[in-house]
């Protein structure tokens, strides 16, 4: 009966459930690894002590405003390879491939250097009051994974290239090997050897350098089925080059906007205890395993969507947006079933202590609570009108509803009113909330498809 359902949810000349299944299944074994592996490595850093997981934690979100800047044209070359395959353009195919690849090599490496030049007066402009020793873990931290960006930012392209295209088992090969590397040698540098959050830098280096290589070798020597050489990371066509951006740039400059925004969350956070910062950073840990699912949905709207719009089938897109969102609340409402139960048993990996694990607890539940209802509205919907070059209104929305949500609404809960950390929890819900209705109401409307008006005869 469920599968009927499914079968009728999902089915069409370019997709069919069965395939999506297997996307689906795959990816969430891709996820699984990236989260847990996430996961135990928070889990080994905790292992130092609550000062050395706070200044990851605040460092955290500088290095993903800067990361996010290459993985945000990565995944706008994601979305031109897929229109291109759904258009059945080769030749474009494996031009796109080789300018996202070297754009955000070339990307990565400039926003590196600056990051280790400049990081000493980073922390201390951000932080002017934290503690010396969270002061130094954050600065060592910082520049080291600033190395890392380099290999990773490659990697992170032929990864996004090879999802849109449909082949996730290749995507799980390479999440595979970087996220299992990574965990070896965070046992081997921070266990083995006691080198702290150094061996946590360390073995993100390693591990992405790694990644990288066989990524430049899967794709350019066992998976190359659209026949990319090397030389085609270093050319440039204006047209694809200016179909990446347009998709990319609205999406980076939303990327830095928000991970702005969540800067100015860790600023007022930087009030609380050191207990209150490690118990929101194992929070944000954990939430990522609970979001496992949804990540693959995600990727399945992307690369489905993408590929029917390509193809000009408007009102195909919107059908799987609608379906896919549907299917989508289901499986998150059985991954928090199944998750939250589990929750004591996971805090147990981070030695936290008592006081922190049942902050971190408390935090989980709002989140398992909201995001069957609202999270799918709130990201799925976003990432269908992106498909659809809708980057821009998405980018307005997202950035609003985080600076009303969890800025304004997040530090009137947080301080004034003395909820903690679950008042910046509270807060992402109401800013998954506003997201959701406001895309909600352009998905009604045709505008987010951004077709050319047919000329009068």
């Known amino acids: 009966m469920l599968t009927d359902k499914l079968h009728s949810l999902l089915d069409s000349d370019h997709f069919d459930y069965d395939h999506l299944r297997s996307m689906f299944l795959t990816l969430c074994l891709d996820q699984f690894f990236i989260c847990f592996i996430g996961v135990v490595s928070t889990a080994l850093v905790s292992s130092v002590g609550e000062a050395a997981i706070a200044a990851v934690s605040m460092v955290g979100t500088i290095n993903a405003m800067v990361s996010l800047i290459f993985t945000s044209l990565a995944s706008g070359g994601a979305i031109v390879v897929s229109r291109a395959k759904g258009r059945g353009e080769r030749n474009e195919i494996r031009e796109a491939i080789g300018e996202v690849t070297g754009l955000c090599g070339f990307t990565a490496t400039v926003l590196a250097i600056l990051m280790i030049l400049f990081s000493q007066g980073i922390v201390d402009f951000i932080y002017p009051e934290v503690e010396e020793i969270l002061r130094d873990y954050a600065v060592r931290y910082m520049r080291l994974m600033a190395i890392s960006f380099i290999p990773y930012s490659v990697f992170c392209a032929i990864f996004n290239i090879f999802r849109s295209v449909g082949d996730t088992r290749s995507a799980l090969v390479l999440t595979m090997v970087i996220n299992v590397a990574h965990l070896m040698l965070s046992l081997l540098f921070i266990n083995g050897m006691h080198l702290g959050v150094d061996g946590s830098g360390l073995s993100y280096i390693i591990a992405r350098l790694l990644g990288m290589v066989l990524a430049l070798i899967w794709l350019l020597r066992v998976h190359n089925d659209y026949g990319v050489r090397p030389g ?39 009030r609380l205890t050191t207990t209150d910062l490690a118990a929101h950073a194992v929070a944000n840990s954990l939430l990522l395993l609970y979001q496992i699912t949804a990540g693959a949905m995600n990727t399945i709207v992307g690369t489905v969507c993408g590929q029917c719009y390509g193809a000009g089938e408007d009102e195909l897109t919107r059908r799987y947006i609608r379906n896919i969102i549907f299917v989508g609340r289901f499986v998150l409402l059985v991954s928090v079933l199944i998750l939250y139960p589990l929750t004591p048993l996971l805090l147990q990996l981070y030695h936290a202590s008592p006081a922190g694990s049942g902050i971190a607890s408390s935090c989980l539940l709002i989140a398992a609570i909201a995001m069957p209802i609202l999270w799918c509205d709130a990201n799925l919907l976003g990432m269908g009108l992106r498909v659809a070059g809708d980057s821009m209104y998405v980018g307005t929305v997202s950035v609003l509803a985080l600076a009303i949500g969890r800025l304004v609404i997040g530090y009137i809960l947080t301080i004034p009113m003395g909820l903690g950390v679950q008042g910046v929890w509270i807060s992402m819900v109401i800013e998954w909330l506003l997201r959701a209705v406001a895309l909600r109401l352009r998905f009604r409307g045709d505008r987010w498809l951004h077709r050319e008006a047919p000329k009068a005869a």
């Open 232 to 270: 085609h990371f270093f050319r440039f066509h204006r047209s694809i080059t200016r179909e990446i951006v347009s998709l990319g740039m609205p999406l980076t400059m939303e990327s830095l906007l928000m991970q702005g925004g969540m800067l100015l969350v860790q600023i007022y956070l930087a």
